[in-house]
């Protein structure tokens, strides 16, 4: 079982920057692919990024290549999500998730989730 907390959000103006953190605590943290995701008020929750268990892949939604940057440190058992030039349309909670072994772009093949941390980004 691995519990996930996420932290971070917060308010911010368009053009700022973020950088949301995923602990976790639980199982063997180094076998998971992690995945952040975001539900905006209205919408489906959708793929944001992802890395593989061991950071040697990462993976976004084109409308936040170069832009967000998704690392992790299994020493620490963190996965970070670095947000910069920030729109309004960024805004949302932001999930991370767990998955033994690959990643997914589907939320339902997650196994594990956080609470959620909210983004705001003001125009």
């Known amino acids: 079982q691995v519990q996930l907390v996420e932290s971070g959000g917060g308010l911010v103006q368009a053009g700022g920057s973020l950088r949301l953190s995923c602990a976790a605590s639980?199982?063997?943290?180094?076998?998971?692919?992690i995945g952040w995701f975001r539900q905006a008020p209205g919408k489906e929750r959708e793929f944001v990024a992802a890395?593989?268990?061991?950071?040697?892949?990462?993976y976004y939604v084109d409308s936040v290549k170069g832009r967000f940057t998704i690392s992790r440190d299994n020493a620490k058992n963190t996965v970070y999500l670095q947000m910069n030039i920030l729109k309004p349309e960024d805004t949302a909670v932001y999930y991370c998730?767990?998955?033994?072994?690959?990643?997914?772009?589907?939320?339902?093949?997650?196994?594990?989730w956080g609470q959620g941390t909210q983004v705001t980004v003001s125009s």
């Open positions: 639980g199982g063997t943290f180094s076998s998971y692919a």
């Open positions: 998730a767990a998955v033994q072994g690959s990643w997914y772009k589907s939320p339902g093949r997650y196994d594990y």
């Open positions: 890395i593989s268990w061991n950071g040697g892949g990462t």
